[in-house]
């Protein structure tokens, strides 16, 4: 008996020291590199350990990254190792990466949360607020399932107001029923997914009401996703006249984009989103829908956002970097694809973005925005008629 497990033991200490370690660009290689760096990190996962979402309490409650596939299935989200591995935050901005990030809006204008009263708008006076960059969520509590975190801050606009606010955030693992269900399609047993849920809160715990004429907030959204030369994004929007909706898309926010990185359907918005060139593109609430996506050609996943979008809330924040003559015309829903500036570059990821309307909250009112990410691979044929039913285009019709 002594023998047998005397070779078990050996058999253990074999198989553990000539484990293959995970590759780069793995779901198991950010677990491993998250756990080393950030102990207190919450791991969602279903029964059998495909779907997976790392989720950090120091990063403001901040999804990481996820998979479909388990630990050696890919990891969908950018994350910035050596800056993480530094310990370090940025003075302006802390670019650590991350598939879902809590910001809260506008950018830029007078009632910027970003520049300081007086200032120019210009990089060097652009400032990440701390408490939604370098300071923590507080964790309340956890299942294998969910996280749920709150943060109370004190935040001053470019014009001087002062906001009190409280944000809870929950962020919760679906499952693959949820998610057909949430898609209104069937998912067959040939697709592999993944997806979560944020649930942010925000509260105005001040005694004074937010009014339009001093500034207002929005909750914004944001992501980063891993790119590639054959990603492309998919945003739909309300077709009709320009009296009635305004223009489609403001596809200005870097400089003018030029056909060949963003294409105008009928009914549709392709933009490129191969992190080669720093752009962005945005849709008014008027033309706006709660959908968006990309397809990742070389890697054949569809990924989807849903969001809250309400009918008839046309007031949003807008964060052009000027003072404005129309501060509350701002987009509902964003893309955004990193590049080069001066020889420099943040990362190869691209985001997906949306935001609540400007927020007009009475003391101890508040008000919410669900955000979900949702990512399926497996069959093309099966993603093909995926993408038909949401978007109305196929997989080929994501290329330029």
């Not at 677990?31 to 790392?54: C, R, T, W, Y």
């Not at 749920?148 to 962020?171: A, H, P, V």
């Not at 993944?194 to 105005?204: D, I, M, P, R």
Request: net charge neutral; charged share 20%; proline share 3%.
């Amino acid at each position: 008996m002594k023998r047998y497990f005397y070779f078990l033991l050996v058999l253990f200490v074999f198989v553990s020291c000539n484990k293959e370690p995970n590759q780069k660009g793995t779901f198991g290689y950010d677990l491993e590199f998250l756990k080393q760096h950030h102990p207190d990190m919450v791991l969602l996962k279903d029964l059998n350990g495909s779907a997976q979402v790392i989720v950090l309490p120091a990063y403001q409650g901040r999804v990481m990254t996820s998979t479909s596939d388990g630990e050696k299935g890919l990891s969908y989200g950018w994350i910035n190792h050596d800056l993480i591995a530094t310990g370090a935050f940025s003075e302006h901005f802390t670019a650590l990466g991350g598939e879902e990030r809590f910001w809260l809006g506008p950018e830029g204008g007078q009632f910027s949360l970003f520049f300081k009263k007086g200032s120019d708008f210009t990089f060097n006076n652009w400032y990440v607020p701390k408490a939604i960059d370098s300071e923590a969520f507080n964790l309340i509590f956890s299942t294998n399932t969910e996280a749920k975190f709150e943060k109370t801050m004190q935040i001053e606009n470019y014009s001087g107001t002062r906001f009190d606010l409280k944000i809870n955030r929950t962020i919760s693992l679906l499952d693959q029923k949820t998610i057909g269900q949430l898609l209104g399609i069937e998912l067959s047993s040939a697709i592999r997914s993944v997806g979560f849920q944020s649930e942010n809160v925000l509260t105005n715990i001040g005694s004074k009401g937010w009014e339009k004429q001093s500034g207002l907030l929005s909750m914004w959204i944001l992501s980063m996703l891993q790119s590639n030369d054959q990603t492309n994004v998919v945003m739909p929007y309300k077709k009709g006249d320009s009296l009635s909706l305004g223009k489609i898309v403001t596809d200005d926010y870097f400089g003018k984009l030029t056909s060949d990185r963003l294409k105008i359907g009928d009914g549709y918005l392709l933009f490129k989103a191969d992190a080669k060139q720093r752009s962005k593109i945005g849709v008014s609430p008027k033309r706006a829908l709660p959908i968006a996506g990309s397809y990742d050609a070389k890697n054949k996943v569809l990924t989807i956002a849903q969001f809250t979008l309400s009918d008839g809330l046309t007031d949003y924040v807008n964060s052009a970097w000027k003072l404005q003559d129309n501060p509350f015309e701002g987009d509902a829903v964003n893309a955004y694809t990193d590049g080069p500036i001066d020889g420099k570059q943040m990362g190869k990821f691209y985001e997906l973005e949306s935001s609540s309307p400007a927020l007009s909250l009475a003391p101890m009112k508040n008000a919410k925005h669900i955000h979900r990410t949702i990512h399926l691979s497996g069959s093309t044929v099966k993603l093909n008629e995926i993408s038909k039913k949401l978007f109305g285009l196929e997989l080929d019709q994501m290329k330029f």
